[in-house]
C-alpha cells in the first residue's frame, strides 16, 4: 500500500471513530490561519477533550457517506452540504461553552493588505503619526485631516478610512502601515453546529440561558394573553383564569356582604 493510501486509511478510520463516539461537532472556517495559530488551539482544546480535524473537503464527504451507508439512519449527511471552502471539523464531548471560548480567544491582529475585502470599518483616530511635514500632501490625498505639531504632522479628527465590506486600496493599505495599525483579526471562525441530529447555524453558539428564559417566558405571555382573549383555557392562562375569578368573588362580596371563608382575610384588610 502507497504511503498516499495508508494515510487516507487512517484518516477513514480516524474520523469514522470520531463520529461513532461525539454528537457534537462544529463546523469551523480556517480563512487566513496559520499553522502556529491552529497548534495553539489544538493545544487549549485538550484538556477539554475537544478534536480538531482539518483535510479536505471531498475526503471529509466521501467518509461521511460511507458511514452513512452503514448507518442508514444516522444525520451526519447534514453536515456535508457545510463541507465547502477552506474549513475543519472540531469534535466536542462536553463543554461546548468552554471549546467556543477558547477558539474565539485565539485571534491574531493583522495589517490590511490591497484587494481584501474589509472586515469590519476601519477607522483612525486623532493624534500624532510620527511623520515628517514633506508628507502632508499625501495624506491630503487620502482626505485626512492633518495639522503640524512639534515638527511632525498630526491627525485632527477621527477617519473613516474603510467601509466594511468595500476592498481595501493601495493608498488606504499604505496609510495604515505607516500608522503601524493592524485594523483586522484573523481567527477560527464558526460556520455551523451540528448537535444531536440536526444541524443549526453557528449563532446559536452566542445565545445565553437567560435569553432562552426570556424568549421562553415571553412566549408564555403571549400564550395566555391569546388563551384569555378567546377563552379557551390553557396551562397558561389557567393562573390568570383562577386569579380573576377570585377577584370576582371578592367584589361581589363586597357588594352584596355575602361572606365566604376564602374572603375573610380580605375582609379583614378592607377593615
Not at 482626505?143 to 515638527?151: E, H, R
Not at 394573553?225 to 367584589?251: C, E, W, Y
Amino acid at each position: 500500500m502507497s504511503s498516499s493510501r495508508a494515510r487516507k486509511a487512517l484518516y477513514f478510520e480516524r474520523m469514522t471513530t470520531l463520529l461513532d463516539s461525539h454528537e457534537t461537532i462544529l463546523v469551523i472556517s480556517i480563512d487566513n490561519v496559520g499553522s502556529f495559530q491552529m497548534a495553539t488551539i489544538r493545544k487549549q482544546l485538550r484538556p477539554l477533550k475537544a478534536q480538531v480535524l482539518l483535510g479536505k473537503n471531498t475526503l471529509q464527504r466521501l467518509v461521511i457517506a460511507k458511514y452513512c451507508e452503514k448507518h442508514p439512519d444516522h444525520p451526519s449527511a447534514a453536515i456535508s452540504e457545510k463541507l465547502v471552502g477552506n474549513v475543519g471539523l472540531v469534535f466536542v464531548t462536553s463543554q461546548l461553552d468552554k471549546v467556543r471560548d477558547v477558539i474565539k480567544a485565539n485571534v491574531k491582529a493583522a495589517p490590511a493588505k490591497v484587494g481584501q475585502v474589509s472586515e469590519s470599518d476601519v477607522i483612525i483616530p486623532p493624534g500624532p503619526t510620527g511623520c515628517d511635514p514633506g508628507q502632508t500632501s499625501w495624506f491630503q490625498a487620502l482626505n485626512v485631516p492633518t495639522k503640524i505639531s512639534k515638527g511632525s504632522i498630526e491627525i485632527t479628527s477621527a477617519v473613516h478610512l474603510i467601509k466594511r465590506g468595500i476592498k481595501v486600496g493601495a493608498s488606504e493599505a499604505s496609510l495604515l502601515q505607516k500608522l503601524n495599525i493592524l485594523p483586522f483579526t484573523y481567527g477560527v471562525k464558526f460556520v455551523s453546529v451540528y448537535m444531536n441530529g440536526s444541524v443549526f447555524d453557528a449563532a446559536v453558539l452566542d445565545i445565553t440561558e437567560e435569553q432562552v428564559k426570556q424568549k421562553f417566558l415571553a412566549g408564555t405571555r403571549m400564550v395566555a394573553a391569546l388563551s384569555l382573549a378567546t377563552g379557551i383555557p390553557t396551562r397558561a392562562s389557567l393562573p390568570h383564569s383562577i386569579g380573576n375569578a377570585v377577584r370576582s368573588l371578592l367584589a361581589v362580596s363586597a357588594v352584596t356582604g355575602i361572606k365566604f371563608k376564602q374572603s375573610k382575610p380580605w375582609d379583614a384588610l378592607l377593615a
